[in-house]
C-alpha cells in the first residue's frame, strides 16, 4: 500500500515541475471525476450535490463539493503549489567569451543553493502567446536534459569545503551551450510549445531538477525527489478529498501559489482567492453575508505543509521533546508567535481527526532559539477567519533541489483527509 501510494505521489511529481504544471494536472484529475470547471469572470451556477473548481493565475486551484443536504460548515485542507527554484529572466542569453551560451537567471525563494550544482537541469514554466488577436496560455516542459550549473574545480578554489557564499548572479548560472547556440534559447523554448518565436510576447520560465525520484532505504522505507514541499501535501489533499463522501461539509480542497514568497499576490494566501471562493458558494446557496459569517465561525482549515524531521547528522538542531521523524506520522507544527496558528482548540480537533482515521500524530515546535519559518495558515486566516490547524508531513533537506521524507506518511495523510472530508 505504502510504495503504491509513493509511486503514485512520485508520478504526479514528475509531471509537475512547475506550479502550473501541478495545477494543469489536479484540474485534469477533477475532470476525470466529473467535477465542473468555474471561471472567476463568469457566472457561476451552483446546486446542491454539485461538483466543481476554479483556478486563478493557472498556478492556484480551489474544487469543491457542496451536498444535497444543506450544511453550515465549510472544511478546508490548504497546501501550495510552488516551490523553491531559479525564474529566467527576460532576454537570458549571456555570451561568454564566443565560447558559451548561459541563461541568466533569478532566485526563487529561501533555497539551498548547493544542491542545484552538477545535476542534469531543463525548463518549464508559460508562454503568454497571441493566437488569432488574443492572448493565450501556453504550458511547455522541455522534456530532456538541458542544462547544468558546473561547480568551480577545487584546484581553483581550495577553501570551498571550509564555507563559501554562493553569489547567484555568478556562481549559479546554467550553462545552455557552446558559441553555435547563441539566439536560440526562446526559439527552442517556443518550439516546445508549439508556437512561433515571434508570437511569444510573455513568459513564467523556470529551472527544474531531472533527477527522478526514487524509493530507497534499507527496507524502501524512503522516498526523495524534487518539489516534495509542498506537492506531497497537495497529493495528499487531493487523493483525500476524492476519496472521501464529502456529504458532510462543504469539502474544499485549496492549492495556492507563492508561498515560498511571502505569499502577497493575487493567487497567493494573502489574497482573497479562498475568500471570494467561499462568498461566491454561499452567495450561489442562497445565503446572506451574515449565515456567510456564521458558517465561517463553524468551519475547520488543515494547512498542509510539509514540517522539518529530527536530521540524523544535527540532532542538536531540534527542539529537546518535539522531535518528529520520518513515517511516524503527520507533524501539529505550534508556534507561540502565530507563525504556526495551530492552538489548544485546533489541536485537539486535528487529533482526533488522525484518532478516527488511525493514523499516528507527532509535534513539532522550534527550538526557541533558533528562528523559524511560516507557512499560508495564519496568512489566509487574515481573509477568511476560522479555526485552522497547521500540519505537514515530516522530511529532510526542505528547499534543497532533492527532499527526502518517509513512505508511509503520505498514505497518512491521504486517511486523516478522507476523515476532514467525510
Known sequence: MYQETAKRLLEFIRKSPTAF???????Q??????????KEEEHWELCCGGNYFVTRNHSAIIAFSIPK????????????????????KENPEITVEDAY???NVEKYGGMLLAPWFDRPLSVAGRMIVRENGKFKEKLVCVDRDLLMIPSLA??????VNEGYKYNVQTDLLPLYGSSEAKGSFLSLIAGEAGVKEEDVLGHDLFLYNRTPGTIWGAENEFISSSRLDDLQCAFSSMEGFLNGG??????????????EVGSTTKQGAASTFLKDTLMRINAGLGRTQEEYLMTLAGSFMVSADNAHALHPNYTGKADPVNRPVLNKGIVIKYNANQKYCTDGLSGAVFKDICRE??????????????????????ISNTQAAMNTVDIGLPQLAMHSSYETAG???TEYLIKAAEVLFR
Open 101 to 103: 551560451v548561459k541563461l
Open 21 to 27: 504544471h501541478a495545477v494543469e494536472e489536479m484540474g
Open 154 to 159: 577545487i584546484h581553483m578554489n581550495r577553501e
Open 357 to 378: 482515521a488511525k493514523v499516528p500524530v507527532q509535534t513539532f515546535v522550534n527550538r526557541s532559539d533558533i528562528a523559524g519559518g511560516s507557512t499560508l495558515g495564519n
Open 246 to 259: 464529502r456529504s458532510e461539509s462543504i469539502a474544499v480542497h485549496c492549492v495556492m501559489d507563492n508561498e
Open 407 to 409: 513512505i508511509q506518511d
Open 69 to 88: 443536504e444543506e450544511v453550515w460548515q465549510f472544511r478546508i485542507m490548504a497546501s501550495h503549489s510552488d516551490s523553491p527554484s531559479f525564474k529566467i
Open 29 to 38: 484529475r477533477f475532470l476525470e471525476r466529473g467535477f465542473k470547471e468555474l
